[in-house]
């Protein structure tokens, strides 16, 4: 039987784990659509000189940087609770 501090550390990892691909998932997904939204009005207006391009990429920055960073922010706090939930090494 494990001890109980044994434990907490196991369902800490394992929730780290579970944020990190969730949110790496989230954050890439999100964060490539993004680029297709903000990238594609800024080539329109830089090879046709269309001004109506630069507003669409301002509303697709806001509208798929929010979710971007959202999943960036589970990617951190993953990597903190997996950290946490290391073992510490027995003091010699």
Do not use: K
């Not at 691909?21 to 080539?43: E, N, S, Y």
């Amino acid at each position: 039987m494990t001890a109980p501090d044994e434990d907490h550390r196991a369902q800490q990892r394992f929730a780290g784990g579970c944020l990190i691909a969730v949110g790496g998932l989230f954050a890439t997904l999100c964060g490539l659509c993004t680029a297709v939204f903000v990238g594609g009005p800024i080539w329109y207006a830089a090879t046709t000189g269309g001004a109506f391009a630069w507003p669409l990429s301002a509303m697709g920055l806001v509208v798929g940087g929010i979710p971007t960073a959202v999943g960036v922010a589970q990617v951190v706090v993953g990597a903190n609770l997996l950290r946490r939930g290391r073992r510490t090494p027995p003091d010699s």
